[in-house]
């Protein structure tokens, strides 16, 4: 994995037009070509979230997800959980969650829970963070998801 130079998050308003692109060109690469499965990827919830995004030393989007306020920023969904290929297997994913976890008190004081809706496979991974499942298994564009979520501590 190459060293990570910036972390920055990010209201929609605030992006910059080659920030936007490349996040929806990741995100696609992931989400849409890679995994199989055929969606709309931009949707309205990026216009009310945060985008956390890694770079890195040579400006490249590294990994990426947003955060979306939702019952009157008392409840905080991650969303869009994504690392490039390029820098898979170093840690970076958890990095990302960390991060997303930490920034969250942060950017909304009022929120008392996480959500997500993680895919199946990656379910160990988010209860490492303190997630639990609260859904069984179910669809979701063809891939299987469990819902989870976690309180926020004071």
Request: aromatic residues 10%; charged residues 25%; contains cysteine.
């Amino acid at each position: 994995m190459a060293n990570m130079s910036k972390v920055a998050i990010k209201k929609f308003s605030e992006l910059t037009t080659t920030e936007l692109f490349n996040i929806y060109k990741l995100r696609v690469a992931v989400f849409i070509v890679e995994q199989k499965c055929y969606y709309q990827e931009v949707d309205d919830d990026d216009l009310i979230s945060y985008h956390l995004m890694f770079t890195d030393a040579d400006g490249n989007l590294a990994a990426y997800a947003r955060i979306i306020p939702e019952d009157n920023r008392t409840v905080a969904r991650i969303g869009r959980v994504v690392v490039n290929p390029n820098n898979r297997g170093g840690g970076l994913g958890r990095k990302l969650v960390q991060e997303a976890l930490d920034q969250i008190p942060k950017l909304m004081p009022d929120a008392t829970k996480i959500v997500l809706a993680g895919q199946e496979y990656l379910n160990s991974f988010y209860k490492s963070f303190g997630l639990k499942n609260v859904s069984d298994v179910y669809l979701e564009d063809g891939i299987p998801h469990i819902d989870m979520e976690m309180p926020i501590k004071d």
